[in-house]
Nanobody, 118 residues
Framework: QVQLVESGGGLVQPGGSLRLSCVAS????????MGWYRQAPGKQREWVAD???????NYADSVKGRFTISRGNAENTVYLAMNNLKPEDTAVYYC????????????WGQGTQVTVSS
């Protein structure tokens, strides 16, 4: 069974920084894409950033230049460094992974709360 576990959320003032981490565990034979979505109260879940197996990186326009996604030395880990945070970044952040166990499918973490407020 595959699990994705996020950590690193919290409360930060506008202009501050946080770093989220996500670790995938289980009987994983290959990971293709890992990334992040977020969901603010009363809004739909939105894509934030992802990083592909070959190293290609993509960002939503709303976070470009402020957020940086990266993979750890172990390919089952992904990070999201968030700088210059704004109140509109407040949301639950979910890690996802497109990976192969017996079949190829996507998995999600349980989410970590990020609150940007003074």
């Amino acid at each position: 069974q595959v699990q994705l576990v996020e950590s690193g959320g919290g409360l930060v003032q506008p202009g501050g920084s946080l770093r989220l981490s996500c670790v995938a565990s289980g009987s994983i034979s290959r990971i293709y894409t890992m990334g992040w979505y977020r969901q603010a109260p009363g809004k739909q879940r939105e894509w934030v950033a992802d990083i592909l197996r070959g190293g290609s990186i993509n960002y939503a326009d709303s976070v470009k230049g402020r957020f940086t996604i990266s993979r750890g030395n172990a390919e089952n880990t992904v990070y999201l460094a968030m700088n210059n945070l704004k109140p509109e970044d407040t949301a639950v952040y979910y890690c996802f992974a497109d990976l192969v166990t017996a079949v190829r499918r996507s998995y999600w973490g349980q989410g970590t709360q990020v609150t940007v407020s003074s």
